[in-house]
Nanobody, 127 residues
């Protein structure tokens, strides 16, 4: 059973920065795409970013492109999300997720493509 634990959320002023981290257990971390999603009350979980198993490929939602950067460290089983130039509309609970299949990311933006999720960390951006 994979465990994902997020950290780094908090309250920040608009224009500020936060760095989220996700620590993963399990032996297949380095073989799986990792993603970040976010969710606000009453809305569906929204894709934010993902990174391939070897870090060679990244994808971002249009709303965060140029402001957020995803990275991973397979030696430490961690994935991070650096968030800069934060906006009030970035306020959400952010979730780390592990892709279901090994060495694959064909449907990376779909929540159902991920089978392990962290508990979430709250990010609040004040205007």
């Amino acid at each position: 059973q994979v465990q994902l634990v997020e950290s780094g959320g908090g309250l920040v002023q608009a224009g500020g920065s936060l760095r989220l981290s996700c620590a993963a257990s399990g032996r297949t971390f380095s073989s799986r795409t990792m993603g970040w999603f976010r969710q606000t009350p009453g809305k569906e979980r929204e894709f934010v970013a993902c990174i391939s198993w070897n870090g060679g490929s990244t994808n971002y939602a249009d709303s965060v492109k140029g402001r957020f950067t995803i990275a991973r460290d397979n030696a430490k089983n961690t994935v991070s999300l650096q968030m800069n130039s934060l906006k009030p509309e970035d306020t959400a609970v952010y979730y780390c997720a592990q892709y279901t299949s090994l060495y694959s990311s064909n449907y990376y933006s779909r929540p159902h493509s991920y089978d392990s999720w962290g508990q979430g960390t709250q990010v609040t951006v004040a205007s």
